[in-house]
């Protein structure tokens, strides 16, 4: 396993500001993710975050809307950019050793936006 | 694409009871699946997976899972839930091959509550 911590933990912020969360990994590791889950919903995949490249989006994510970077095997961040209500959730990093296997989970970072 | 459904949103049972989640998905090729835990106020945690071999899969604290391949199922079982099984359940899958192995797709999740 792994030990992934996310900063912030929680946040409340206004509409029409950026957030940005960082996931710091204990590790080097190959692959990193960034998910998100609505308030009572499950996850949902929004990038993969490759280093030295631009990040692998998902279907109905864009990277204005969504930033990532990746300068290193053991960090990443992820900024929501021009937040809306609708943006408010839980946005959980991932890790993995390796492709296609098993991955593991920070501890979330809860946004409300207002 | 995969998907996965779980059927059941919520389940209420007492301590001692046994415990089943079912879990189907679909997807052409082979899969690897997962079980994640995530109990009250912590993260999300790995409870089982499977890769190959052995379909019956056993995992931590007394969980298995068994994987139907022509049932495209993996269900969760326990035979004795406990209070401290209270927790939400969510089954995972993720290609064997290709770009879409990078992906992990998620169940709906299923709240357990366990009464004492």
């Known amino acids: 396993s792994a030990v992934i911590s996310q900063k912030p933990s929680r946040d409340i912020c206004q509409r029409g500001t950026s957030l940005t969360i960082q996931c710091q990994v204990d590790?080097?590791?190959?692959?990193m993710f960034w998910y998100r889950q609505q308030p009572g919903q499950s996850l949902t995949l929004i990038a993969t975050a490759n280093q030295g490249s631009e990040a692998t989006y998902e279907s109905g994510f864009v990277i204005d809307k969504f930033p990532i970077s990746r300068p290193n095997l053991t960090f990443s961040t992820l900024t929501v950019s021009n937040m809306s209500p609708e943006d408010s959730s839980i946005y959980l990093c991932?890790?993995?050793?390796?492709?296609?296997?098993?991955?593991?989970f920070g501890p979330g970072t809860r946004l409300t936006v207002l | 694409a995969q998907s996965v459904s779980q059927h059941n949103h919520h389940v209420i049972l007492s301590e001692a009871a046994s415990l089943e989640l079912g879990c189907n998905y679909s997807?052409?090729?082979?899969?690897?699946l997962f079980w994640y835990v995530q109990y009250p106020g912590q993260h999300l945690q790995l409870l089982l997976k499977?890769?190959?071999?052995?379909?019956l899969v056993k995992g931590i604290k007394g969980f298995e899972a068994e994987f139907i391949k022509s049932k495209f199922s993996f269900n969760l079982r326990k035979p004795s839930v406990q209070w401290s099984d209270t927790a939400e359940y969510f089954c995972a899958v993720n290609a064997r091959e290709g770009a879409a192995g990078n992906k992990l797709t998620f169940g709906g999740g299923t709240r357990v509550l366990v009464k004492p």
């Open positions: 991932s890790v993995a050793r390796s492709s296609y296997n098993e991955q593991f």
């Open positions: 997807y052409g090729g082979t899969v690897n």
């Open positions: 590790s080097q590791v190959t692959m």
């Open positions: 499977y890769f190959s071999g052995d379909p």
